[in-house]
């Protein structure tokens, strides 16, 4: 979608798959691509390269899965890092595997701790850690970022940091940690901690959490969803359907041309039979 590729899986398979990497002693790292992450990488390589490192990207987006549905190569379902925050941790508690949560202001990661482990009976949440803002340019801050979460030695590390921080900064890490995986979750922490309020979920099984969270903080996501991501969705989605019809109109031609000439195509040299001589 955009010049990304996208996985289709639902939030169960995503489950599934990093569980079962878990148990294998296999990290990885998924990102959630929604329609402003597709804008950026379709306009920056280096954006778009970050995610193709990932081994799982899944759709966080309604107009995503609208476009795919489109093009005849549907993807099965919306999957946000605000659910696999849940999920995953679900399956974590189950199978004892400890996690970490970077992001959010002060306080918010241990709030969110405190919701994950209230809705998880038995998970162990290694380390919660929220640096400053801009520690990343900070060779000690990134230092201490590193040396606290090896110290925990995590086996699922949520990143929420918004695109592409989160996600350069698991770049950064994942040498460290080779068997965890990271998951780049934006306002995932900050939606369990209940410091952000998210959208009910018919709004979000409509397409429609952006104008939610966008009446919810207008000042500072007026621009990115209306000047930026809109026009984006909507060539997207428009692109989309142009191809589509293209493609039926091309079905139907074709099928016009076999209706006249009573042919399908070519003909092809006849196989010689089982045994016979070539």
Known sequence: MGGVLLDPFTEAQVVARVMGALER??????????????????RDPALRALIDAAELAVADGMPLVWASRLLGRPLPERVTGADLIWSLTGAAADRGLPVYLIGGPPGVAEAARDALCGRHPGLVVAGVHAPPYGFETSAAALAEVRGRLVAARPSLVFVGLGFPRQDRLVAELRADLPGAWFVGCGAAIAFAAGSVRRAPGWMGDHGLEWLFRLISEPQRLARRYLVDDLPFALRLLSG?????????????EETGVRRRTGRSGPRRPRRPAPGAPG
Do not use: E, Q, Y
């Not at 002693?25 to 379709?42: E, F, L, M, S």
């Not at 359907?241 to 139907?252: C, E, I, P």
């Open 25 to 42: 002693g296999t990290g990885g790292h998924v990102v959630t691509p929604n329609v402003d992450i597709c804008r950026a990488a379709a």
């Open 240 to 252: 989309a359907l142009l191809r589509r019809a293209f493609r039926s109109r091309s079905r139907g």
